[in-house]
């Protein structure tokens, strides 16, 4: 059941007519991004770069400004958006099935407290405090089934929602004519001469992957 609905909040929004539902639905892709953004910085700060700020404008888009050293670190960062929200649902999946709710609840305050420290706008704050809060107080306050729950809710948003994301970038590609794009698949292809296309297929092979592995461990 949880599969179902995360995979709905993915998806869902794009299609619902009623406005609340779609606003309420699309309010959870917050977690995805921020890890897209998170992934970014990352990336950055591992290939000897830096991050200046973080910002979320909407549940579904966000921006991270970072500086690089080399060409590799520019393309290791901008590879790291759509890549890392996946794994680290591979990641949370496998924390899940050797019983490590709580744990990965804990990971998830700490990235939320890395985060705020590159935050700089009252909408980011207010998105990463929420996940943050809803993590800490599952975490402190809640009783064994809520910790599962909120794991295994935030485990199903990460696996599914940057496949969607990715989708959807790949169907603005065709719906635009193949055109001039300012997509991180487009950064890519500037920057390696690898077709941005090549580069959405890698992050829809990654996200198949992850959901091959993945998914039975929450299910078992």
Do not use: K
Request: net charge neutral; charged share 10%.
């Amino acid at each position: 059941m949880l599969a179902v609905a995360a995979s709905a909040t993915a998806v869902l929004p794009r299609v619902v007519r009623s406005r609340r539902l779609r606003t309420g639905l699309n309010l959870l892709n917050v977690v995805s991004t921020a890890a897209h953004e998170a992934g970014h910085a990352l990336a950055s700060c591992l290939t000897g770069g830096g991050v200046w700020v973080i910002r979320v404008h909407t549940p579904d888009s966000g921006v991270t400004y970072t500086w690089y050293t080399s060409r590799l670190s520019s393309i290791v960062t901008t590879l790291a958006g759509y890549a890392l929200p996946p794994l680290a649902g591979l990641g949370a999946a496998t924390l899940l099935a050797r019983g490590h709710a709580p744990m990965l609840l804990a990971l998830t305050l700490a990235a939320v407290l890395l985060i705020l420290v590159v935050t700089r706008d009252l909408i980011t704050l207010a998105s990463v405090v929420a996940i943050g809060a809803v993590a800490g107080l599952s975490l402190y306050w809640g009783p064994i089934w809520l910790q599962q729950w909120v794991a295994y809710g935030e485990t199903w948003l990460l696996l599914f929602g940057e496949g969607f994301g990715v989708l959807a970038i790949a169907l603005n590609r065709v719906r635009g004519g193949f055109g001039d794009q300012s997509d991180d698949a487009a950064h890519l292809a500037q920057d390696t001469h690898i077709p941005g296309v090549v580069w959405i297929a890698g992050w829809l092979g990654l996200s198949g992957w992850v959901l091959w592995h993945g998914v039975p461990m929450l299910l078992t």
